[in-house]
C-alpha cells in the first residue's frame, strides 16, 4: 500500500495499548468515511456505535 493514512508500522496491535489505538483508529476513519460519503448513506444511518467504540478505546489503558 503507498500510503496508509493511519500508520501502524509493521507490529500493529502487538500489545493492549497499540491494539487500543488501531481500534480506535480505525473507528476515526470510519467516521471520516461515512461523512464524505453523507448524502450517499440512508438518512437513519447513525455514528452512534463508532463513536462508542471511539470513547471505550481512545484513551489510556484502564487497569
Known sequence: MPFD???FGSAP????????????????????SAKRVATAMPADYSLAITDAVIGLYD????T
Open 13 to 32: 496491535a502487538v500489545n493492549e495499548e497499540s491494539s487500543r489505538r488501531m481500534i480506535a483508529a480505525i473507528a476515526k476513519e470510519i467516521v471520516i
Open 59 to 62: 484513551g489510556p489503558v484502564r
Open 5 to 7: 493514512p493511519v500508520n
